[in-house]
Nanobody, 116 residues
């Protein structure tokens, strides 16, 4: 079993910054990819950012230059999403995703609300 837990969401003013954290625990042999998704009210879940086992990153056009995904080098099987210059369109529930042996594991989600 693999458990995935996010933290770090909350309320922030437009233009502000926030850092999300995520950790996976349990029977983990190799993580192929780590990613963050988000789902705004009335919209489909979308990919925000991902990082492969080789360290290759990928970002949605809407967050390029503002968000950074990175591994937590101090803690195995963990990662961050640093978000800057936040705006109201970034308001959503953010979900952490780990791809392990071709299976996707999801966290419960953390709410980010950006006030204008």
């Amino acid at each position: 079993q693999v458990q995935v837990v996010e933290s770090g969401g909350g309320l922030v003013q437009a233009g502000g910054s926030l850092r999300l954290s995520c950790a996976a625990s349990g029977r983990i042999f190799m993580i192929s990819r780590m990613a963050w998704y988000r789902q705004a009210p009335g919209k489909q879940r979308e990919l925000v950012a991902s990082i492969s086992s080789a360290g290759v990153t990928n970002y949605a056009d809407s967050v390029k230059g503002r968000f950074t995904i990175s591994r937590d080098n101090a803690k195995k099987n963990s990662m961050f999403l640093q978000m800057s210059s936040l705006n109201s369109e970034d308001t959503a529930v953010y979900y952490c995703n780990f791809e392990i042996a071709s299976v996707n594991y999801w966290g419960q989600g953390t709410q980010v609300f950006v006030s204008s």
